[in-house]
């Protein structure tokens, strides 16, 4: 071990330099490569992070697009159901109505018939009251 420490007290100039050179090499690789290469990747990484907000963006106005296309046909639905319903609402009133008229037609034309049998029935026998008697 003594060998070793004596060793490094004679070379302390040359390995003081060398390791001064080193860490000057290790100084200049790091801002003349790392450093480029780390702001390259962080501009990279701010590209991607703006172009995942545009698309977001865009996808966003897209659904607010779409959702106002859907609630727009959604009404036009529902316009038409409600137009479709009064329609047959008025239809089935007028249908009601005639089953009312029909109704009161045939009741109408029941008492014609009797007013009709009885009028025959006075006919006959006036006719009959009127004949000379053999």
């Given at each position: 071990?003594?060998?070793?420490?004596?060793?490094?007290?004679?070379?302390?100039?040359?390995?003081?330099?060398?390791?001064?050179?080193?860490?000057?090499?290790?100084?200049?690789?790091?801002?003349?490569?790392?450093?480029?290469?780390?702001?390259?990747?962080?501009?990279?990484?701010?590209?991607i992070?703006?172009?995942?907000?545009?698309?977001?963006?865009?996808?966003?106005?897209?659904?607010?697009?779409?959702?106002?296309?859907?609630?727009?046909?959604?009404?036009?639905?529902?316009?038409?159901?409600?137009?479709i319903?009064?329609?047959?609402?008025?239809?089935?009133?007028?249908?009601?109505?005639?089953?009312?008229?029909?109704s009161?037609?045939?009741?109408?034309?029941?008492?014609?018939?009797?007013?009709?049998?009885?009028?025959?029935?006075?006919?006959?026998?006036?006719?009959?009251?009127?004949?000379?008697?053999?």
């Amino acid at each position: 071990m003594r060998k070793i420490w004596r060793w490094t007290q004679d070379n302390a100039g040359p390995i003081t330099v060398t390791l001064a050179v080193l860490g000057g090499f290790a100084a200049i690789i790091q801002f003349s490569v790392v450093r480029p290469m780390q702001q390259g990747f962080t501009a990279v990484n701010q590209r991607i992070d703006d172009q995942i907000r545009y698309i977001d963006q865009r996808f966003d106005a897209q659904d607010r697009s779409i959702n106002q296309r859907f609630d727009a046909v959604n009404q036009r639905f529902d316009d038409q159901d409600r137009s479709i319903n009064q329609r047959f609402d008025a239809q089935d009133r007028r249908i009601e109505d005639l089953v009312r008229d029909v109704s009161e037609l045939r009741k109408l034309n029941d008492r014609v018939i009797r007013n009709e049998t009885r009028i025959d029935i006075l006919i006959e026998q006036l006719q009959t009251a009127d004949a000379p008697s053999p």
